[in-house]
């Protein structure tokens, strides 16, 4: 899928799509208390949204008009931040994850969505 | 023939292309000779279109009538004229497509960015948005169509004209191939008059600047194939029309009772085939106004195997759309929109004046 999304305008509709598709993924697990692939979703929509601003940056810099890109990329980061403050509200900051066959892991929830809003708030 | 017909043919091709230059676009800023002629005197514009293809359409009956009287070389010299004249036409006379091609072609091979993800008008700023129309909408035709279109953009080396000019010049490729493919499907000289003078068939491919000729091309060359018993190259050349142009997806049962007749090595009857394909290819020109509405140049996807079919009657009916598709024009150029008023009435010349042809004929042939 990612190659028929080639260009840096491609690039910029790939990564926005593939961050919206993994927050909102990250917010239901979480909701369902999934809370070890809520975190890993979270972190793959962060990849994602990390892409975006070098996708615009390049189509800049060969020469594309990029403000309309530049406001939907705001959109998304404020959509997103709204989303992950929900979010904040009703997970638990620290999360003991104990599955069954393996050892139990600590996922630092609070620090990771926080971390998520960060990377938001930089390309406003 | 004499030569002061041709003559007058081609001047009535010449009258066409200095016509179409009435219509060159305000913000088309490459030719700067906008003038709101056609805006200030509709009905005079309306009335030398249909004195320009009515003349069009006399020479074009008269060629048919005198086919015995043309011989070869000259047939071709009729044709190398209609095309040269034809091709420094101003194309967005009767339609802005040629700009689309132009513009996806960019998309791809300007700003290397995929053409059916991306709509040309997310390019803001660029210089040919302000003259062409419907770039709110991703790449409509096949790959094979946007990589064609791709080579007279390369070759233009970024001048719009030449790009114009060299897209007119791959449709004169495939017309001829059509031409020649036409010639080799059947002995007789009346079929290719029928098709390469057909003024519908020049004036949407040569003046608009249509691309329905190129998936033509690809399915004649393939029955041509199929009739030479080379199954492998003429099923590659119909699967490859599909990828120009979709519509020809229709025609897979057809194309695919020859494959397996040609498989099996029995004969196949060709005039039978042309007449299915040309019923086949009628029904998706009629069907279109599903997806919008019916386009006049979409005819070219029926005409030529209506003219293969050699029956008189799909014949006579090919020739009575031929002429009222391209007079459903004049309500436009009446009221220069696209309104309810305009669709409808473009309906009624298009349906109405081969249903009074058909009745007429009916008449005639009972009193």
Redesign the interface.
Known sequence: MRY???????AF?YNIRESDKYLVESKTLFEYKQYLLAYNSLQLSDQYFLKIKPALLKAQK?G??I???NTIMESEAQKHIEVLTDLEKIVPSTIIWSPENSTPSTLKSAEEINNSIKIRNKVL | MKNSVVFLFGLVLFSLLIFSFLFVDRNFLFLNIYSDFIFLHKEITAFIFVILIVSFFAFYFYFIKNQNKISKNQLWKIILISIIISIFSYPAFLSYDIFNYALTAKVAFH????PY??KPI????DSWLPFTRATNKVALYGPLWVLLAGIPYLLSFGNYLMILINLKLLYALFFLGSVFFISRLTPQKREVILFALNPLIIIETFISGHNDITMIFLMLSSLYFFSQKKITIGSLLYVSSIFIKYSSLIALPVYGFIFINSLRKKKIDWPKVFTILFYCMFLVFVLSFIREEIYSWYAIWFLPFGFLSKNKKIVYFCLAFSISLLLGYVPYLLLQSYSKLEIYSKMGIIFLIPLVGYCFMYLKKKL
Do not use: A, P, R, T
């Not at chain 1, 028929?4 to 491609?10: A, K, N, P, Q, V």
């Open positions: 028929w999304y080639f260009g840096d305008f491609g509709e060969d594309k008009n403000s309309e890109k | 700003y290397k960015e995929n993800l991306l997310e390019f803001i700023g």
